[in-house]
């Protein structure tokens, strides 16, 4: 596959992506107020919950971005590997955030549903 193939596909995926997660972001503050988060709330970890969903914002448009920018000017006869580098890396941190953000999304509904799973 040619890399334009591939700079093509993550920005239309990626933008996506982005759409996703800023549903699930909208869908957390919607439940941010029911009762049964109250304990989550009391948490200090509960703005890690935040701070999370939005670093997966940045790092979804940032990559939807430069892989735009890839496409335009990644097309010289010799390839700019450092941009590829860049692109890879920004790759690696969005698909660790997303699946976080997944994750994230996963527990609340646990929580909301009552169908935690208590530790052993």
Do not use: C, Q
Request: proline share 2%.
């Amino acid at each position: 596959m040619e890399i334009s193939a591939t700079y093509g596909v993550t920005t239309t995926v990626g933008v996506g992506l982005l759409g996703f997660v800023l549903t699930v972001t909208a869908i957390v503050l919607g439940m941010s107020s029911l009762e049964k988060l109250e304990i989550l709330k009391s948490s200090v970890h509960f703005p890690e919950l935040g701070n999370t969903l939005f670093s997966t914002i940045r790092f979804r448009g940032y990559l939807s971005l430069w892989a735009l920018v890839s496409l335009t000017v990644d097309k010289m006869p010799s390839p700019m590997s450092w941009m590829r580098i860049v692109f890879l890396l920004l790759m690696m941190i969005s698909v660790v955030r997303v699946a976080r953000s997944i994750w994230i999304l996963e527990g609340l509904i646990r929580i909301v549903t009552g169908s935690v799973r208590h530790r052993s």
